[in-house]
């Protein structure tokens, strides 16, 4: 069994296939402990950007060239090497996070299933190319021969996030995703889990050894100042960004990426409040039940996962009045956690007070009292749809576990608060079969503010599959046609190409007359 203090890091950076830099800037955190870990790391200079990202430039012309077995091979051996050292790997990340192992045992296994499933993918691909046949005899002008394929962008710099130091991170999915593509990658670790990163970066390495690819087509810079972020992104070199995290954070780097010389895509997934729409008639059946469920997903993580359910939304009644009851019961029960990092902890208290000191905002329910200063207590309030309607404090994300009832008078107020929402990644429907058609108008005004919409589901928990959408209208993501997680994801990484009149011996394979699964018309 692997133990902490066997776990030795570098705190190094990792470009061109070499451990680099000094490793004495900053150091890890261990918020249960609230205190920092023995571990350095160093924090990348301009210079140390500006190799990764010239690595990776390199490394892409070869990289690009690679067959998709070729790819899909380097996949599934990153997944393997992961698992190899998943010991030390999720030692780490429980010693950074404070996650619980199993929770990260589970992560790891998430982390290698992307892997595998874009490795799945490449040998399967959904789509195919698009072959329009020329026709030579058409009038007044003969039709060419035009064939649509894709290519990849480019090096790809990848943020991991804060709450998913694995799934969301080094060999997460933007990573996997951007490998599956052609893209080289260069992550900028998390500095909330920077040994979490450098021992994945280890496994990634080893990948590439055995996969005989070119040392540059992954990079690790570790830092912890937003220099280093913003050079990263206005590299010339780099052609999309991966990011999970705030929209503080995610709308700086989304416009530093619109303003470079060569604008650059910039795939931002920050965050939700995921609203859960309580309908009358399974609330009046399942009041109990739907609170206990409420108050489960919300402390999944201690509220830090980007599907926590951050509002309820209801008519009032003898229903509603049930499930209040029973969701303060349930909450009072929830013990204060610490937070990922200091910063987060401190903020979601600041957020919590700033709530609670509002005269429209009445207090549900809050959990068991902290036993540390660095502890937060989960807490639920209640406001009119009133008060809701005209306060946007109140319809802001609470990053942690805090949820808002909000009370309508009628459906009308209920429908009226679904329309004014900003974009979100999810909203779940709870309604009885026999009352879900007569709230259409509801369906449809919530469809048009998620990239997920949920029937008698909480949303915590996001399956990686091939119809997952995961992102949604602004702020939810920066880019409403895409998805961070599934097989979809591969297309943000990837531009399409036409070829126009190309001889058959030079078309790429997958466009040649004979292939098996081209699309022809």
């Known amino acids: 069994m692997t133990e902490l203090t066997q776990i030795t890091i570098t705190g190094q950076h990792y470009i061109n296939g070499q451990w680099t830099g000094e490793a004495n800037d900053f150091a890890s955190f261990d918020p249960q402990a609230n205190q920092p870990l023995a571990w350095t790391f160093a924090n990348a200079s301009k210079a140390d950007v500006n190799a990764a990202a010239q690595a990776a430039a390199s490394a892409f012309i070869e990289y690009r060239s690679k067959t998709a077995q070729q790819r899909a091979e380097f996949l599934e051996a990153i997944a393997s090497e992961i698992e190899s050292e998943v010991s030390a790997i999720t030692l780490a990340a429980n010693a950074e996070s404070g996650l619980p ?88 670790g998390h500095p909330a889990h920077a040994a979490t990163s450098e021992l994945v970066t280890r496994a990634i390495a080893k990948a590439i050894s055995r996969c005989d690819m070119p040392a540059g087509v992954f990079g690790l810079v570790q830092g912890r100042t937003a220099e280093v972020s913003t050079q990263l992104v206005n590299h010339k070199s780099i052609q999309a960004v991966g990011f999970t995290g705030s929209l503080k954070v995610g709308r700086i780097l989304a416009d530093a990426c619109a303003a470079r010389a060569q604008p650059i895509p910039f795939y931002g997934e920050l965050g939700s409040t995921n ?98 200063a660095h502890q937060t207590r989960p807490c639920a309030v209640k406001v009119t749809a009133e008060a809701y309607l005209t306060d946007t404090v109140l319809q802001q994300e609470v990053f942690g576990p805090c949820a808002i009832v909000v009370e309508c008078s009628n459906l009308d107020e209920m429908l009226a608060i679904a329309a004014s929402l900003e974009g979100q990644l999810t909203a779940t429907i709870h309604g009885l079969e026999n009352e879900l058609p007569s709230q259409t108008s509801l369906i449809d005004a919530v469809t048009y503010r998620v990239g997920r919409i949920i029937f008698n589901q909480m949303p915590t928990g996001v399956e990686v599959c091939h119809s997952m959408m995961h ?28 070829y126009q009149n190309m001889p058959q011996s030079i078309l790429p394979d997958a466009l040649k007359d004979n292939h098996p699964q081209v699309n022809k018309f």
């Not at 709450?163 to 990658?185: E, H, I, K, Q, R």
């Not at 008639?281 to 599907?307: D, P, R, W, Y």
């Not at 909450?331 to 509002?358: C, F, H, R, S």
């Not at 992102?471 to 036409?498: L, N």
């Open 101 to 188: 192992m199993a929770r990260l045992q589970g992560e790891t296994g998430r982390t290698c299933g992307q892997l595998r499933l874009f490795a799945n993918n490449l040998r399967n691909p959904l789509h195919h190319g698009v072959i329009d046949q020329a026709n030579p005899d058409r009038a007044p002008l003969p039709k060419p021969d035009t064939r649509l394929s894709v290519i990849p962008l480019g090096p790809v710099a990848v943020f991991g996030a804060s709450n998913f130091p694995l799934a969301f991170s080094t060999a997460g999915g933007d990573t996997a995703s951007a490998l599956a593509a052609g893209c080289p990658v260069i992550v900028k």
């Open 275 to 372: 609203p859960q729409f309580l309908l009358n008639g399974i609330l009046s059946e399942q009041a109990e039940k739907l609170a206990q469920n409420q108050v489960a997903s919300m402390m999944m993580g201690h509220g830090q996962f980007c599907t926590s359910p951050g509002v309820i939304i209801a008519v009032k009644g003898d229903a509603l009045t049930r499930y209040l009851a029973a969701m303060a019961e349930s909450l009072a029960e929830q013990a204060a956690n610490a937070m990922l990092t200091p910063g987060i902890a401190a903020a979601y208290q600041a957020q919590v007070q700033e709530l609670l000191d509002k005269n429209t905002v009445s207090l549900i329910a809050q959990g068991r009292s902290s036993e540390a």
């Open 471 to 498: 992102g949604g209208p602004y702020p939810a993501s920066t880019d409403v046609r895409s998805t961070s997680v599934g097989s979809e994801a591969i297309a943000r990484y990837q531009r399409p190409i036409c």
